[in-house]
């Protein structure tokens, strides 16, 4: 399975962005598809998930209400539209996958594909 991001790049505060993650290979075994970040000097922090299957996403507090992922199931892509972004989203964020069915996994750990990051900088 290969992820790839795009759509990184600077921003204003209160602007937006839309990230893209296209999925390719032996996809069919990765229900759950989700989006994480890692500022400088921070961990890496679950943002969101949803799955190929449902309609269903969970969110990180700090971004509920601005933050919205989608997925078109058809181009085996995934998007992170993030709206009202503030100085302390900037990160690099991160594609993942992980198979089964549960996307309020929030640990990195329970995820097995990763793409290569796509780096967000919201400037004050």
């Known amino acids: 399975v290969q992820l790839v991001e795009s759509g990184g790049g600077l921003v204003q505060a209160g602007g937006s962005l839309r990230l893209s993650c296209a999925a390719s290979g032996r996809t069919f075994n990765m229900n759950v598809v989700g989006w994480f970040r890692q500022a400088p000097g921070k961990e890496r922090e679950f943002v969101t998930a949803?799955?190929?299957?449902?309609?269903?996403?969970y969110y990180a507090d700090s971004v509920k209400g601005r933050f919205t992922i989608s997925r078109d199931n058809a181009k085996n892509t995934v998007y992170l539209q993030m709206n009202s972004l503030k100085p302390e989203d900037t990160a690099i964020y991160y594609c993942a996958a992980r198979w089964g069915s549960d996307y309020k996994k929030i640990a990195p750990d329970e995820y097995g594909y990763w793409g290569q990051g796509t780096q967000v900088t919201v400037s004050s």
């Open positions: 949803t799955t190929w299957s449902g309609g269903s996403a």
